[in-house]
């Protein structure tokens, strides 16, 4: 039940790192991060697993330089992010391009040739299984087909570490499974993946390692089976278990009927609850 | 480098295909035939009324595109979050900006250029001396809704596109008077006043010096020296707008 | 049944907006008292696109011309309105005639002539606007010295490149009108030298009017002119003033 300790191997290793960010006019200060312990060891399926708000988005933001941490350290062991891949949430891309466009610019943004460019463009459109569609604007994809075009622009520069931000949220059964598949093929090619998620089936069948956020810090680190010898019943039971169940009296099954929204990442007082319609079912 | 060509590429791609880019350059091919119409109670007037108005109706066309597309363009990036996708890669804030700048300038030269071709050719039509200084006025009207473009990006990585954009328009009237700002500088009015005019009058781009619309219809002798001199002033002016944009940038997160 | 309904709605509307676009009184009466602004003002807030202010007011002013001569004769504002356009555009020669002509209608001549005498010191180049002073002073000027007034802005134009031959014979004819005989006698054989046969004929014409009778004085009053030409051209002029030259 410890925090994931950082080693000398590992990829990426946070330590201690913590976020305040400041809202509205008064700039309230908020507090996302509480000082995230984390590390990511060669050749990891990293699951980051947690309620929404939780700071698992923001944990990848702090990792790729989108945001700055207030404290604690980010050593990721690579060339600058000319060796990561990444895909955020709900992507939105460019809907005036196409498909094969669309990784062609970033295949150029990688500084990459004409020749390697349209190489690349091709080989990933395959393996995505869009070589159909390569030629249609994306404004035409379906939700599924925008998230296989956002994990193939996040391999275009061939990357050692790839992070998903809950790459199968919204998907349908076969746009999930396709994912899989290709987080699958990632780890078989021996890259690193780390992916968020709160569909605890697919961490369960994809991870090798997780990690559970709440509240901004990381409450336990460790191995899938390590989980499961904890919780012999499933992860979901481990989950529970492990973040807790903040509101007594209330199962489960009820919470998923709750009305409302899912909070926002860094609404409340950084101490968010968990939210209705999150729980895996 | 590789990046910025990538970005302005991608913008080019993005502005010219807007569909409201469309609409306004046909509206502006309009307003510039209508030139036509007007000639024709100018008593044989039609070639100074056409090249007159025509190069009015492109600085204004101009400028709106420039203040309406440019506010969108670094907010469109970060509201549709495909910002995460640039910042991901090995892109920098300053690569980005300038980027976009680039992206927008091209669309903008074929925008304006294509507008001040056109008006080059009716004159060329219509006759009453077509003169190759609309095709001169046309580039410096260009460089004008350049500096409105690189002051917009700026002002969008600050406020909000609207606002953006109405500050933009609101720089390019002010660059219009900048002058009688200085006049203001100069009246001694105490040393309080005449110090903030002569800042305002530094901080707001002077449209004036380079504009020669008026030697299109015969109307003035330009110096080229001074205007190669403002022209220079104009691009300097553009950088240091879209270093502070990229340095606004480089603070924000996502 | 709402689709229909909406349907006549749009067209009552359509109806109602034309028939009343049709049918509404004619336009008032315009005033022709108009506000024009100072030029002054124009040139400090736009300076950049003074001459397509001008250009606005040059159409307007055409129309407010056309409106009120035909109507009733009055054109209070006309002389400001000239002013203004000239004075943000100072090389638009053709607001120079118009206003000219439609100040003359307008019964301000002197305000013509000030507006026109700028336009000449604009364009040092157009010899019409010059050429137009002339007409104007000799045509509707008053006083003893119009002639020799007028005859200086003739031979000024005259003496711009590219101007008519016929500017140098009016400034002669009118130079001679004004009581300079020497000085019209000179400029007739300037136009003797420089011109067509025609004008060699009226040169010739002219100078026997000028010239004495008498052959001893018309010999000595002859004499400067032979400056103002090649030696061969003078003994032809000599030869058609003097019947028994030869």
Redesign the interface.
């Known amino acids: 039940m410890s925090p994931t300790s950082p080693e000398a191997q590992h990829l990426v290793s946070l330590s201690g790192v913590t976020k305040t960010v400041h809202v509205g006019l008064r700039r309230r200060p908020v507090t996302i991060l509480r000082g995230v312990d984390l590390a990511v060891e060669h050749g990891d399926v990293f699951g980051l697993i947690g309620p929404n708000g939780a700071g698992k988005t923001t944990t990848v933001k702090v990792l790729l330089g989108l945001m700055a941490p207030s404290g604690g350290s980010v050593d990721l062991r690579l060339r600058g992010l000319g060796a990561v891949g990444y895909l955020p949430e709900n992507p939105y891309f460019y809907d005036y391009l196409s498909g094969r466009e669309f990784l062609s610019f970033c295949a150029r943004l990688f500084g990459l040739g004409a020749g390697e460019r349209k190489a690349r463009a091709d080989r990933l459109l395959r393996d995505v299984g869009l070589e159909a569609a390569a030629d249609v604007h994306l404004r035409k994809y379906s939700k599924g087909m925008l998230q296989r075009i956002g994990i193939a622009q996040a391999l275009i520069n061939d990357p050692h570490l790839v992070l998903l931000d809950e790459p199968m949220t919204g998907l349908d059964p076969i746009g999930r499974l396709e994912v899989k598949r290709i987080i699958q093929r990632l780890h078989d090619e021996g890259r690193t993946v780390l992916f968020n998620s709160h569909i605890l089936a697919d961490v369960e069948e994809l991870c090798t390692r997780i990690a559970v956020m709440k509240g901004g810090r990381i409450v336990w680190g460790g191995t899938v089976a390590e989980a499961l010898t904890d919780s012999p019943e499933g992860l979901e039971a481990f989950f529970m278990r492990v973040v807790g169940d903040e509101r007594p009296g209330v199962s489960g099954d009820e919470r998923a009927r709750v009305p409302g929204g899912e909070p926002d990442e860094v609404a409340g007082d950084g101490q968010p609850e968990v939210a209705a319609g999150e729980t895996p079912s | 480098m590789n990046q910025v060509a990538a970005i302005a590429l991608n913008t080019f791609r993005e502005t010219i295909r807007d569909r409201v880019l469309t609409v306004i350059v046909l509206f502006a091919l309009v307003m510039i035939v209508a030139g036509l119409w007007l000639g024709s109670i100018s008593l044989e007037q039609q070639g100074r009324m056409m090249k007159d108005f025509g190069l009015v109706a492109v600085t204004v066309f101009g400028v709106i595109v420039a203040a309406f597309i440019a506010a969108t363009l670094v907010r469109k990036e970060v509201e549709k979050r495909t910002v995460f996708v640039l910042f991901s890669k090995p892109v920098s804030r300053a690569a980005f900006v300038v980027g976009k700048f680039l992206g927008l300038a091209a669309t903008l030269a074929a925008v304006v250029g294509g507008m001040g071709l056109f008006l080059f050719v009716l004159t060329l039509l219509v006759g009453g001396g077509a003169s190759g200084m609309v095709l001169v006025a046309t580039a410096l009207i260009y460089l004008q809704v350049l500096t409105v473009v690189a002051v917009v990006v700026f002002f969008s990585t600050v406020t909000s596109a609207i606002l953006a954009s109405m500050l933009g328009l609101g720089v390019f009237v002010a660059g219009q008077l900048s002058h009688n700002v200085l006049s203001l500088s100069r009246v001694g009015a105490g040393a309080i006043t005449e110090a903030v005019s002569w800042v305002v009058f530094v901080v707001i781009p002077n449209f004036n010096a380079v504009d020669v619309k008026a030697a299109a219809v015969g109307e003035m002798t330009v110096d080229w020296g001074s205007v190669a001199l403002w022209a220079g002033y104009l691009v300097a002016y553009m950088a240091v707008a879209l270093a502070a944009a990229s340095f606004v940038m480089r603070r924000k997160e996502f | 049944m709402r689709r229909p309904l909406a349907l006549l709605a749009i067209a009552a509307c359509v109806t109602a907006v034309v028939a009343y676009q049709v049918t509404r009184p004619a336009r008032a009466e315009s005033d022709p008292r108009v506000f024009v602004p100072s030029a002054q003002f124009f040139e ?9 202010i001008a ?1 606005a007011y ?2 307007y002013m ?2 407010y011309y056309g409106e009120h001569v035909e109507t009733d004769q009055r054109l209070d504002s006309m002389a400001d309105l000239v002013d203004l356009v000239t004075r943000l ?4 020669t ?1 607001a120079y005639q ?1 206003g000219t002509f439609a100040l003359l209608d307008a019964d301000e001549g002197a305000r013509a002539y000030a507006i026109l005498q700028r336009g000449v010191e604009a364009n040092p180049e157009d010899w019409g606007l010059p050429a137009l002073a002339g007409f104007l002073v000799y045509g509707f000027g008053e006083g003893a010295e119009k002639e020799r007034i007028a005859a200086e802005w003739y031979a000024r134009a005259a003496a711009i490149e590219g101007s008519p031959i016929y500017l140098d014979r009016l400034a002669a004819t009118l130079t001679a009108k004004g009581g300079e005989e020497e000085k019209a006698a000179l400029m007739w054989a300037q136009v003797y030298a420089d011109g067509d046969k025609y004008s060699r004929e009226k040169a010739v014409a002219a100078l026997d009017g000028l010239l004495p009778e008498g052959k001893e004085e018309r010999m000595r009053a002859v004499a400067p002119l032979a400056e103002t030409m090649p030696e061969a051209m003078f003994e032809e002029l000599l030869a058609a003033l003097f019947e028994d030259y030869l």
């Open positions: 400090d807030f736009s300076p950049s696109f003074r001459t397509s250009d040059y159409l055409v129309q555009s100072p090389r638009f053709k118009f």
